[in-house]
């Protein structure tokens, strides 16, 4: 089947106005450009170590609905906004690792858009995933928890998987890291998902978003 006859079937739009664009093609000239690109930017996570986070933009139009359709569980959307993550500066990287999602989330959605976007991120930069990490548990309601209670429930959002438990330390000990979200809002995820590595000494650990809340 030519490309036409399936352009006319399946055409292609623009993810933000509707308008046709060229064979995958996320947005259309107009709408990317409306990007608002960032720099990179540093979160800390322990008194000498920082999270370096490439994002493209701030949390807005046009990739923010971008974002918002994993409610729809458009598995689609997540890849596109691989694509677009792709074109992003980033240095050499050993490993990828996104951000888990809850088995609850992941059953009900079907996907998770961290690991959609890092398969893409994968190719284009050529750097292996490893799903190093998996959610313990839904973070809790924190207000009523005592401090204690409170820093332990954080410390235990995300572990090392169970397959991992004896080769992870060789996996990140020298290397660096990247970890992979569509977006940071606060930087509490992606500590969370950083502290369980700590212990096996990565040399760096970045982290790369589609978006951050600036
Ligand atoms: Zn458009």
């Known amino acids: ?13 623009c993810r933000a106005c509707d308008r046709f664009v060229a064979r995958e093609q996320v947005f259309c000239s107009d709408c990317f450009s ?8 540093f979160i800390s996570l322990t008194t000498n170590i ?8 701030d949390y807005k139009e046009p990739l923010r609905s971008l974002i918002l359709r994993k409610k729809s569980s458009d598995r689609l959307a997540a890849r596109q906004l691989g694509e677009i993550m ?15 999602l809850h088995w609850t989330r992941y059953a009900r959605r079907g996907f998770n858009q961290s690991r959609e976007i890092a398969c893409v991120l994968s190719k284009k930069f050529d750097i292996p995933v490893v799903d190093l990490l998996k959610r313990a548990k839904r973070t809790r309601f924190q207000s009523n928890l005592s401090h204690d209670l409170r820093q332990d429930n954080v410390d235990s959002v995300f572990v090392v998987q169970r397959k991992y438990h004896d080769i992870y330390c060789a996996i990140v000990r020298g290397k660096n890291v990247l970890l ?13 998902v950083a502290r369980p590595l700590l212990a096996g000494q990565p040399r760096s650990i970045s982290a790369i978003v589609a978006c951050r809340v600036v």
């Open 34 to 41: 409306r990007i608002k690109k960032i720099p990179p930017s």
């Open 86 to 100: 792709s074109r992003l500066d980033v240095g050499k990287f050993d490993y990828l690792i996104p951000v888990p």
């Open 1 to 13: 089947m030519g490309y036409e006859l399936i352009s006319l079937v399946y055409p292609f739009l």
């Open 180 to 192: 992979v979200d569509d977006l940071c809002t606060t930087g509490a995820t992606l500590k969370n």
């Open 50 to 57: 920082s999270i370096k986070i490439y994002s493209v933009s």
